[in-house]
């Protein structure tokens, strides 16, 4: 059963960072691509960061370019976010998601995980 866990959240004050990671198992991991979203209260579900299945291609939010870095390690399926200089602005919940396709939207996922919150406030 394909399952994806996210972990690393936390309450953080501005500027400061986080790493969150996500463990997958129960499908062939490297076939496939990795997408990080958020959602705040109110908001839509955007993309925030994803990552080809050969770590060859990355994209970012313009958000959050140059503050987030996204990177895998296929030998542990595990997908990490990096994120430094963290703002209020980027508070809510994060969810990694898996799929044969790549980009930031949403719609290209198959997998998702359940969540983890993140808060950026002083």
């Known amino acids: 059963q394909l399952h994806l866990v996210e972990s690393g959240g936390g309450l953080v004050q501005p500027g400061g960072s986080l790493r969150l990671s996500c463990a997958a198992s129960?499908?062939?991991?490297?076939?496939?691509?990795i997408g990080w979203f958020r959602q705040a209260p109110g908001k839509k579900r955007e993309g925030v960061s994803c990552i080809s299945s050969s770590s060859s291609s990355t994209n970012y939010a313009d958000s959050v370019k140059g503050r987030f870095t996204i990177s895998r390690d296929n030998a542990k399926n595990t997908v990490y976010l990096q994120m430094n200089s963290l703002k209020p602005e980027d508070t809510g919940v994060y969810y990694c998601a898996a799929g044969l396709a790549y980009g930031l939207g949403a719609s290209l996922y198959d997998y998702w995980g359940q969540g983890t919150q993140v808060t950026v406030s002083s």
């Open positions: 129960g499908f062939t991991f490297n076939y496939y691509s």
